[in-house]
């Protein structure tokens, strides 16, 4: 069984940026699809934004045009790129994986989950 490890999150003013990373192990192949996840308190976890094993990239519309999403292969890491930050965008981020064929921002899709980091955007 693989293990998921996130890191990098952390408080910022808005307007700021963060950079999240994903630290996958133990897995004996790449995942075709690994994502970010978010939950705010009080609130359900949402999709923020997934990258396939072939480079497809999807965000949610509340992101689009302030994250990126990548994905180094040959360290098995997922990163995402946080501009622009926004006062709503405080949440845990979690990172997530499957292997299987379809890639779309739905929970229940997901199999492997990191433990997740805290974003806390404050002014």
Same mark, same amino acid.
């Given at each position: 069984?693989?293990?998921?490890?996130?890191? /990098?999150?952390?408080?910022? *003013? !808005? /307007?700021?940026? #963060?950079? %999240?990373?994903?630290?996958?192990?133990?897995?004996? &192949?790449?995942?075709?699809? @690994?994502?970010?996840?978010?939950?705010? !308190?009080?609130?359900?976890?949402?999709?923020?934004?997934? @990258?396939?094993?072939? /480079?497809?990239?999807?965000?949610? $519309?509340?992101? *689009?045009?302030?994250?990126? +999403?990548?994905?180094?292969?040959?360290?098995?890491?997922?990163?995402?790129?946080?501009?622009? #930050?926004? %006062?709503?965008? $405080?949440? +845990?981020?979690?990172?997530?994986? &499957? =292997?299987?064929?379809?890639? *779309? #921002?739905?929970? =229940?899709?997901? $199999?492997?989950?990191?433990?997740?980091? *805290?974003?806390?955007?404050?002014?």
């Amino acid at each position: 069984q693989g293990q998921l490890v996130e890191s /990098g999150g952390g408080s910022v *003013q !808005p /307007g700021g940026s #963060l950079r %999240l990373s994903c630290a996958a192990s133990g897995y004996t &192949h790449s995942s075709n699809c @690994m994502a970010w996840f978010r939950q705010a !308190p009080g609130e359900e976890r949402e999709g923020v934004a997934y @990258m396939t094993e072939v /480079g497809t990239a999807r965000y949610a $519309s509340s992101v *689009q045009g302030r994250f990126t +999403i990548s994905r180094d292969k040959s360290k098995n890491t997922l990163d995402l790129q946080m501009n622009s #930050l926004k %006062l709503e965008d $405080s949440a +845990i981020y979690y990172c997530a994986a &499957h =292997d299987k064929a379809v890639c *779309q #921002l739905r929970e =229940d899709l997901f $199999s492997d989950w990191g433990q997740g980091t *805290q974003v806390t955007v404050a002014s």
